[in-house]
């Protein structure tokens, strides 16, 4: 079992930069492969990031690559995700989730095992 509790989320306005984290319960950390998804008002939640075991690979959706980076840090079991020059569609709840099949970098919601409880992210105009 995981437990995951994300934070760091808030009201900004655009171009601003935000850093997400997200803290993993349990000493297996290492053995997930861990992704951030998002999901704004009346859509589907989506892929944002995901990251190795390792931290050795990484795998962004297109509408963030270049300005969100995925990192992990195995001895504080916490993923982060910095965003940077945030735009009104990255409004969305953010969850950080853990995967412990066998895929490399899985971008499906469905496969993933563990999510915590979302972190609200607001960009204004």
């Known amino acids: 079992q995981v437990q995951l509790v994300e934070s760091g989320g808030g009201l900004v306005q655009a171009g601003d930069s935000l850093r997400l984290s997200c803290a993993a319960s349990g000493r297996t950390f290492s053995s997930y492969v861990m992704g951030w998804f998002r999901q704004a008002p009346g859509k589907e939640r989506e892929f944002v990031a995901t990251i190795s075991r390792n931290g050795g690979r990484i795998s962004y959706a297109d509408s963030v690559k270049g300005r969100f980076t995925i990192s992990r840090a195995s001895a504080k079991n916490t993923v982060y995700l910095q965003m940077n020059d945030l735009k009104p569609e990255d409004t969305a709840v953010y969850y950080c989730?853990?995967?412990?099949?066998?895929?490399?970098?899985?971008?499906?919601?469905?496969?993933?095992?563990?999510w915590g409880q979302g972190t609200q992210v607001t960009v204004s105009s």
């Open positions: 989730a853990a995967y412990g099949g066998t895929a490399t970098l899985p971008i499906s919601r469905g496969v993933y095992d563990y």
